[in-house]
């Protein structure tokens, strides 16, 4: 338990310093960099909190794909962030410190961590999602009878939402359809 | 990146274990911590690390654009072919009891099906999104 308390402290800090940094960097590439950092720090957090699977997610989806769409992203345009008047900061940290505040007082609020009275454990819900589950699908893990079969609709959904986002970043960058004839422009315009 | 020695031996030694681990993540996520979504975005990021190593021509040899079109609808195909399936069968849509014989197998192979599709259209489209932007990356440089 110690441990467990020691390890969140020190990522959380890692976390904070790592926040400060990118704020503070002009330079997009190692901010970049620092972004996957944050998110693999966060994966980290995940993991202690034992949500496996978000963890996982995060470690590949944000240390690893974003960080190089990020950078491939560079590559199209400018790799230095354009200075910010001192005004416009101003009222930047006013937003963030208000909106920071707004959310830690509305944390206190929520019940203690690993509170044996909150609605997530008395539901009755949770019973029909834990016990009724294993005679219902009987599969050990949980979580994917639940996102699977019992909210099946919603996953399909969710299927159906990162096609669709797939297919809008595919028409806006329109690689499939402009390829062809702008390669042949392209290497004719290098011929003459 | 042709002159990155270590890179490239480092490379061909973890792609094949990453693509391995993601497809145990795939299979056994009735079991352990997992399933089409954690499975997808590591396969994905195994074949991303491929490319940009060896380059986006090696890659598009390997996988081409067009196909990673197929999959990713044929994922949300599967998904809702299910549903499907399972309506034809006398149950509702995406009431995976009615797909075998007794309730608990029907379960078990929707479970089953359905994750194979989400992790397939996963797949599909973080690799597609990726070889949008390399291409344009690319096509910059030559001009």
């Known amino acids: 338990m110690t441990t467990d308390i020691v390890l969140n402290v020190v990522l959380l800090c890692f976390l904070v310093v790592t926040g400060l940094a990118i704020a503070r960097l002009r330079n997009l590439f190692p901010v970049a960099m620092l972004t996957g950092l944050y998110s693999l720090l966060s994966a980290s957090l995940f993991q202690l909190l034992d949500a496996v699977d978000v963890a996982l997610t995060e470690a590949a989806v944000g240390a690893g794909v974003v960080t190089v769409l990020f950078l491939a992203t560079f590559g199209l345009t400018r790799a230095r962030e354009k200075p910010v008047p001192r005004s416009r900061t101003v009222i930047g940290l006013v937003v963030t410190s208000l909106t920071g505040a707004a959310l830690f007082y509305a944390s206190l609020d929520m019940p203690h961590f690993g509170a044996a009275d909150t609605p997530v454990q008395t539901h009755p819900i949770r019973e029909r999602y834990l016990q009724t589950m294993q005679e219902e699908v009987d599969i050990p893990n949980a979580v994917t009878a639940v996102l699977a079969s019992y909210r099946g609709y919603d996953t399909l959904g969710e299927v159906t939402v990162i096609f669709t986002a797939g297919i809008g970043v595919l028409m806006l960058l329109g690689v499939s359809r402009r390829r062809n004839p702008e390669d042949r422009h392209d290497d004719h315009r290098g011929d003459s | ?143």
């Open chain 2, 1 to 143: 990146m042709h002159e990155h020695t270590v890179l490239r031996i480092i490379t061909k030694l973890i792609v094949a274990p990453i693509l391995i681990f993601a497809l145990y993540i795939q299979f056994h996520g009735d079991y352990s911590p997992g399933g089409g979504f954690q499975a997808g975005v590591v396969f994905a990021a195994a074949l991303i690390l491929y490319t940009l190593i060896f380059g986006p021509d090696r890659a598009r040899r390997a996988i081409p654009p067009g196909a990673l079109r197929v999959t990713a609808s044929l994922g949300v195909l599967i998904y809702a072919g299910t549903g499907v399936v399972a309506m034809l069968r006398g149950g509702h849509f995406l009431d995976y009891d009615a797909l075998a014989h007794d309730a608990v197998h029907g379960q078990h192979m929707g479970l089953l099906i359905v994750e194979f599709g989400v992790g397939l259209t996963v797949v599909s489209v973080i690799l597609s999104v990726f070889y949008a932007f390399a291409g344009r990356g690319r096509r910059k440089d030559r001009s």
